[in-house]
């Protein structure tokens, strides 16, 4: 409890003083959509004949669709969906469920078959979704309340890294993966916590970390409780970044600071909002945004996200393919989830206006940079989104689907 307060305190209190790059005036180009579906159209050309991307690997392969996906979504355009929703039907012959021992791995799954279903509005997509989360739950890779304690904390809500019966990693990507399925599921069922009511004496500070009385909604209670463990055990309030994992039989907290798992727990924030409609959570995702956009390590002077130390130019061999290429991409998805949370809700509060306006320009510095710094020109990037343009990969692609997706969100009417 005192950890979250204090993260929340944190957000609240902060003063958002604005980057130098916020005020530069960036216009995409008309013929947008050709543009970001020329992207689309060479990385498909990789599709395997099994489904399955070539030159990345099965998560990756997942969030490259995933990417696909929401540039139909927020585009407001189904011109890719047939091709998606085949090729994710051929990729689940070959993997039953699309589910294997990683937790992780197996969420990004669901989060792309939730997102085609909200486009197209086939069950079978829903229908594989609640099948991961009945798996995740099934597989008893959830802690418990008073099963783990690490460090004299309750590692409830945490969620393993692997099905395996040994497994000793919780980390806060598997745990916000799981918070943003089981949000995203609620907010489809339209069961939201406004239809139950809480115990009297419970503060919304409460419920946010987890710890009200049930309240009848499955898929909520599993995003607070999820969300909580984060919030008091992985995150970070002084700079608004989420540690990476806890290996419980080692005894030991890895705080590296992956862009990606900020970025995901930043979009279950803003989810959160959107199914219980509690400030909190805005405020907290907005908080975390703001500081996003301009941490150090992750954003250049000049307003375009590298995380250098992940996977930068002199860091890496720009042929070869890491995990770690496509973390800023999740970071740039998530910064439209809280775009599109802000409009599509009407949230009206002075900080989520002005955090909408900052996404806005942020997104269309990332994309002016791929087009004048990171592309041949004939539709192909590479890995370093500040340039120089190398030579394009099925990994460098991969990377900025997400990019192609959100300009179009935050430039649409």
């Given at each position: 409890?005192?950890?979250?307060?204090?993260?929340?305190?944190?957000?609240?209190?902060?003063?958002?003083?604005?980057?130098p790059?916020?005020?530069?005036q960036?216009?995409?180009?008309?013929?947008?959509?050709?543009?970001t579906?020329?992207?689309?159209?060479?990385?498909?050309?990789?599709?395997?004949?099994?489904?399955?991307?070539?030159?990345i690997?099965?998560w990756?392969?997942?969030?490259g669709?995933?990417?696909?996906?929401?540039?139909?979504?927020?585009?407001?355009?189904?011109k890719?969906?047939?091709?998606?929703?085949?090729?994710?039907?051929?990729?689940?012959?070959?993997?039953?469920?699309?589910?294997?021992?990683?937790?992780?791995d197996?969420?990004w799954?669901?989060?792309?078959?939730?997102h085609?279903?909200?486009?197209?509005?086939?069950?079978w997509?829903l229908?594989?979704?609640?099948?991961?989360y009945?798996?995740?739950q099934?597989k008893?890779?959830?802690?418990?309340?008073?099963?783990?304690?690490?460090?004299?904390?309750?590692?409830?809500?945490?969620?393993?890294?692997?099905?395996?019966?040994?497994?000793?990693?919780i980390?806060?990507?598997?745990?916000?993966?799981?918070?943003?399925?089981?949000?995203?599921l609620?907010?489809?069922?339209?069961?939201?916590?406004?239809?139950?009511?809480?115990?009297?004496?419970?503060?919304?500070?409460?419920a946010?970390l987890?710890?009200?009385?049930?309240?009848?909604?499955?898929?909520?209670?599993?995003?607070?409780?999820?969300?909580?463990w984060?919030?008091?055990?992985?995150?970070?309030?002084?700079?608004?970044?989420?540690?990476?994992?806890i290996?419980?039989?080692?005894?030991?907290?890895?705080?590296?600071?992956?862009?990606?798992?900020?970025?995901?727990?930043?979009?279950?924030?803003?989810?959160?909002?959107?199914?219980?409609?509690?400030e909190?959570?805005?405020?907290?995702?907005?908080?975390?945004?703001?500081?996003?956009?301009?941490?150090?390590?992750?954003?250049?002077?000049?307003?375009v996200?590298?995380?250098?130390?992940?996977y930068g130019?002199?860091?890496?061999?720009?042929?070869?393919?890491?995990?770690s290429?496509?973390?800023?991409?999740?970071?740039?998805?998530?910064?439209?989830?809280?775009?599109e949370?802000?409009?599509?809700?009407?949230a009206?509060?002075?900080?989520?206006?002005?955090?909408?306006?900052?996404?806005?320009?942020?997104?269309?510095?990332?994309?002016?940079?791929?087009?004048?710094?990171?592309t041949n020109?004939?539709?192909?990037?590479?890995?370093?989104w500040?340039?120089?343009?190398?030579?394009?990969?099925?990994?460098?692609?991969?990377a900025?689907?997400?990019?192609?997706a959100?300009?179009?969100?935050?430039?649409?009417?």
């Amino acid at each position: 409890m005192a950890e979250f307060q204090n993260a929340f305190q944190t957000a609240k209190e902060w003063q958002h003083n604005m980057p130098p790059w916020a005020g530069v005036q960036v216009h995409p180009p008309q013929n947008l959509p050709e543009v970001t579906q020329r992207a689309i159209d060479i990385y498909m050309m990789s599709r395997q004949p099994n489904g399955e991307m070539g030159g990345i690997g099965w998560w990756q392969a997942a969030n490259g669709y995933t990417g696909i996906t929401l540039h139909d979504y927020w585009s407001g355009t189904n011109k890719n969906y047939e091709q998606l929703a085949q090729t994710l039907k051929q990729c689940e012959r070959n993997h039953p469920g699309l589910i294997n021992e990683f937790n992780d791995d197996t969420l990004w799954w669901a989060m792309c078959c939730v997102h085609l279903y909200n486009i197209g509005g086939d069950p079978w997509f829903l229908d594989k979704a609640k099948g991961i989360y009945r798996h995740i739950q099934g597989k008893n890779s959830i802690c418990g309340r008073g099963q783990i304690q690490f460090q004299n904390q309750d590692m409830e809500g945490a969620c393993f890294w692997t099905t395996k019966p040994d497994e000793g990693q919780i980390n806060s990507i598997s745990s916000g993966l799981l918070a943003e399925l089981s949000a995203r599921l609620a907010i489809i069922e339209g069961s939201t916590n406004s239809k139950t009511e809480k115990h009297p004496h419970l503060s919304k500070l409460q419920a946010v970390l987890g710890h009200s009385q049930p309240s009848g909604n499955e898929y909520i209670e599993t995003a607070r409780c999820s969300l909580g463990w984060i919030l008091r055990c992985r995150y970070r309030p002084r700079d608004a970044v989420v540690l990476d994992a806890i290996r419980l039989k080692k005894g030991e907290a890895v705080d590296w600071t992956f862009s990606y798992t900020t970025g995901v727990v930043l979009g279950v924030a803003a989810l959160m909002y959107e199914a219980t409609k509690e400030e909190e959570y805005m405020t907290l995702a907005c908080h975390i945004a703001h500081r996003a956009m301009r941490n150090g390590s992750w954003v250049e002077d000049n307003g375009v996200l590298t995380e250098h130390g992940s996977y930068g130019k002199g860091n890496h061999d720009p042929a070869k393919n890491d995990d770690s290429v496509g973390f800023k991409s999740v970071l740039i998805r998530h910064l439209g989830t809280l775009y599109e949370v802000i409009r599509r809700t009407g949230a009206s509060s002075p900080e989520a206006q002005r955090t909408a306006g900052l996404i806005r320009t942020f997104v269309n510095i990332n994309f002016e940079s791929q087009q004048q710094r990171n592309t041949n020109g004939n539709g192909q990037y590479g890995p370093w989104w500040n340039g120089p343009f190398e030579l394009p990969t099925s990994h460098s692609q991969m990377a900025v689907m997400d990019v192609m997706a959100v300009v179009m969100l935050v430039n649409r009417a």
